[in-house]
DNA sequence: CGCCTTTGACCGGCGC
DNA sequence: GCGCCGGTCAAAGGCG
């Protein structure tokens, strides 16, 4: 977690309107700008977002906003001979992550899931957990993992973009959302 | 019965 | 070259 170029606050979006579709779209659009241009094409979604009305949360010192987006931009040092790798499995897709105050560590976010592996981290007495998408095709992949700091939050980091709809309802992340919000409450 | 989690093994990259 | 480390595989078992 330390080669991550930005980082967005995000305070919960009050408007449930543009919480979905929001996602979504900082979903693919970020994966486009990564190609070029490191950040800035997201940080101008989460403008469009219309987030910044911070509840004045209670949150202890340290941590000054309760949700935050953080994106990364992997290492792209070998990226120079882009035809390098025939496969281009080893092209390593852009991850964004965001960690969320909340005592549980499953967020559904209307995809469905499939656990893969389980391993310790180091400096955290909280192991990561490996999800992978299992609609077929769509090998999105997510890592979810407790900071050992503040055990109250949870980081998410997504790996690539999924090629498909959400197989709940669309709503869903509306009530993700309104999860978020609760939990921040606390 | 199908889908999921669990968990140790395995593997590739990287630093020494 | 070797060992560590982070990520993935796959067999076995659980659960609705």
């Not at 499995?89 to 852009?94: A, E, L, N, T």
């Not at 965001?98 to 909280?126: C, E, M, P």
């Not at 498909?164 to 409450?185: C, G, P, R, V, W």
């Amino acid at each position: 977690m330390d080669n991550y170029s930005s980082i967005f606050s995000c305070s919960s979006s009050s408007t449930s309107s543009a919480s979905h579709l929001s996602l979504n779209m900082v979903n693919s659009q970020a994966y486009h700008e990564f190609q070029g241009d490191k950040a800035n094409g997201f940080l101008g979604l989460m403008t469009n977002m219309g987030v910044p009305n911070s509840e004045a949360n209670n949150n202890n010192g340290g941590v000054s906003q309760s949700k935050s987006f953080v994106v990364g931009t992997e290492i792209n040092d070998e990226m120079k001979s882009s035809e390098k790798k025939k496969g281009e499995k080893k092209i390593r897709k852009p991850r964004f992550a965001f960690q969320t105050r909340s005592h549980v560590d499953i967020l559904d976010d209307g995809y469905r899931w499939r656990k893969y592996g389980q391993k310790a981290v180091k400096n955290n007495k909280f192991p990561r957990s490996y999800y992978r998408c299992t609609h077929q095709g769509c090998n999105v992949k997510k890592q979810v993992q407790r900071l050992s700091k503040d055990e109250g939050i949870v980081v998410t980091t997504y790996e690539g973009m999924h090629s498909h709809s959400i197989e709940k309802s669309t709503d869903n992340f509306e009530h993700i959302l309104n999860q978020m919000q609760i939990y921040t409450a606390f």
